[in-house]
């Protein structure tokens, strides 16, 4: 089994960064990758950025150039600097491990930007 803690989110208001932090333990096999999404009322699960255990990331057209995904492969912890937050950022920020045919999810951390 695998568990995703997430921290960093909170309210900022438009223009602002935050930065999420999703620290995993458990069986994590070294050869995998690491992902974050976005998720608002009525709406689907959105893929913003991933991050393989070689270090290769994609982006959303939604955040590239605003939103950078970068890991620690020793502490098993990867990040998204989140800049220049616009109101529409405002979602539940979800952390995601992918392991062979496995998906793991964090609980889901706030992140409101304001006006």
């Known amino acids: 089994q695998v568990q995703l803690v997430e921290s960093g989110g909170g309210l900022v208001q438009a223009g602002g960064s935050l930065r999420l932090s999703c620290a995993a333990s458990g069986s994590i096999f070294s050869s995998n990758v690491m992902g974050w999404y976005r998720q608002t009322p009525g709406k689907e699960r959105e893929l913003l950025a991933a991050i393989s255990s070689g270090g290769s990331t994609g982006y959303a057209d939604s955040v590239k150039g605003r939103f950078t995904i970068s890991r620690d492969n020793a502490k098993n912890t990867v990040y998204l600097q989140m800049n220049s937050l616009k109101p529409e950022d405002t979602a539940v920020y979800y952390c995601?491990?992918?392991?062979?045919?496995?998906?793991?999810w964090g609980q889901g951390t706030q992140v409101t930007v304001s006006s």
């Open positions: 995601n491990i992918k392991i062979r045919t496995f998906n793991y």
